[in-house]
């Protein structure tokens, strides 16, 4: 089985996620795991059965501009198995953020069949308190009603 070792022996891990929005949450994440990998991949998965609020090429944008400043994070989109985009990148670990009970037992099994089809294993990172409520799906929901959503995303600089 391939684990995602890489040559140098450099601690890649891959934070995959349909990230539409990309939250202070998801931000959080990254930011923590920086401590503990000495590159972060953010994977933005592409599903040709869902729309969503942004279009993958402006969230890869969006995030590239958020991270320029940083050479340990890289942004791409994927449209495969997470395990396959995390095998290419040398990543030996796929990198979750995990909000409730309820997202800990999904990520559970995510990360079981993960495992089996490929070795690489799944590091959990329990979000901050403060920011356990925010979830993509309900700023896309205030955004859709036209509410002030900035509170809950990072400020991305401009192009």
Excluded: C
């Excluded at 401590?35 to 592409?46: K, P, T, Y």
């Excluded at 501009?65 to 890289?74: E, I």
């Amino acid at each position: 089985m391939n684990r995602g070792v890489n040559p140098r022996n450099i601690r890649v891990a891959v934070f995959p996620g349909s990230f539409d929005p990309f939250t202070r949450g998801h931000a959080s994440v990254v930011r923590r795991a920086l401590e503990l990998f000495d590159r972060i991949v953010i994977g933005i998965g592409f599903n040709g059965q869902k729309t969503g609020q942004m279009s993958v090429n402006e969230r890869v944008s969006r995030l590239r501009r958020l991270y320029a400043s940083d050479s340990r994070v890289t942004v791409e989109a994927y449209d495969d198995l997470t395990v396959d985009f995390a095998s290419r990148h040398g990543a030996a670990f796929i990198l979750r953020g995990v909000r409730s009970f309820r997202d800990f037992e999904y990520e559970r099994d995510l990360a079981d069949i993960n495992r089996r089809l490929s070795g690489i294993e799944t590091v959990i990172l329990f979000t901050e308190p403060e920011l356990a409520y925010v979830s993509s799906g309900m700023v896309r929901e205030l955004a859709h009603f036209n509410k002030d959503v900035s509170p809950f995303l990072p400020e991305v600089p401009e192009e």
